[in-house]
């Protein structure tokens, strides 16, 4: 379809003027999610964490297929691992998911 990206630039920064792109994705007839792994490289390349600490996150729509004018994008997940927040008091570490829905983030 047009609607749909062929190629996307995924930018980060701790505000909106200290933006740089950290990832370019370019699709082929794509269908169904997609999973791009974030992580923080060294100068050399190598993988420094497996994640990103950031405060902004930016998607572009680069390119459409079939040079499409508008783009559809049905949802976006982000996930992050969680930090461990504690500022001076100890709080419980929840082991069951409908309570560790109401943690810190």
Known sequence: ESYTPSQISIRAANNFYELQEIKKIDF????GWFVFNLSQTDAKGEVVKPYITTM???MVILQ???SGRDTHIRQIKIFAPRQKVYQGVQFPEFSNVDISQY???
Do not use: F, K
């Not at 082929?28 to 269908?31: F, N, S, V």
């Open 56 to 58: 902004h996150i930016q």
């Open 103 to 105: 943690g810190l983030i």
């Open 64 to 66: 459409n297929q079939h």
């Open 28 to 31: 082929e007839e794509p269908m």
